[in-house]
């Protein structure tokens, strides 16, 4: 797998917003599944939102649903994750990754990758009360 590079991190209020970005540039694949994981202290690693960039479809972990929005640019070479209304429950470090287009339907994405060993340096986001 390709390794990618996350930004966009920092520290917000609870209901606040951030964007997170990663440069996917180096993945070749015309079409692929995209995703966002993430860690927080003593915790495993859990699955949050993933795209296939092929089309619109997105897939959300329960926690994030309706409040976090997954999304590619044009050239599907950068992945963003639009993060509203925050909550201290967020404050993990995110990581993005890529794989193959089965790995967005089958699910793989939040059962598979967060057991992944080959992360980038992944960004914090810390939200407070």
């Known amino acids: 797998h390709v390794q990618l590079v996350e930004s966009g991190g920092g520290s917000v209020q609870r209901g606040g917003s951030l964007r997170l970005s990663c440069d996917a540039s180096?993945?070749?694949?015309?079409?692929?599944?995209m995703g966002w994981s993430r860690q927080a202290p003593g915790k495993e690693r859990e699955g949050v939102a993933a795209?296939?960039?092929?089309?619109?479809?997105?897939f959300y972990s329960e926690s994030v649903k309706g409040r976090f929005t997954i999304s590619t640019d044009s050239a599907k070479s950068t992945v963003f994750l639009q993060m509203n209304s925050l909550e201290p429950e967020d404050t993990a470090k995110y990581y993005c990754?890529?794989?193959?287009?089965?790995?967005?339907?089958?699910?793989?994405?939040?059962?598979?990758?967060?057991?992944?060993?080959?992360w980038g340096q992944g960004t914090q986001v810390t939200v407070s009360t």
């Open positions: 990754a890529s794989g193959e287009v089965d790995d967005c339907f089958l699910g793989s994405w939040s059962t598979a990758w967060p057991k992944r060993d080959d």
């Open positions: 180096r993945y070749t694949y015309s079409t692929y599944c």
């Open positions: 795209i296939w960039t092929g089309g619109n479809s997105t």
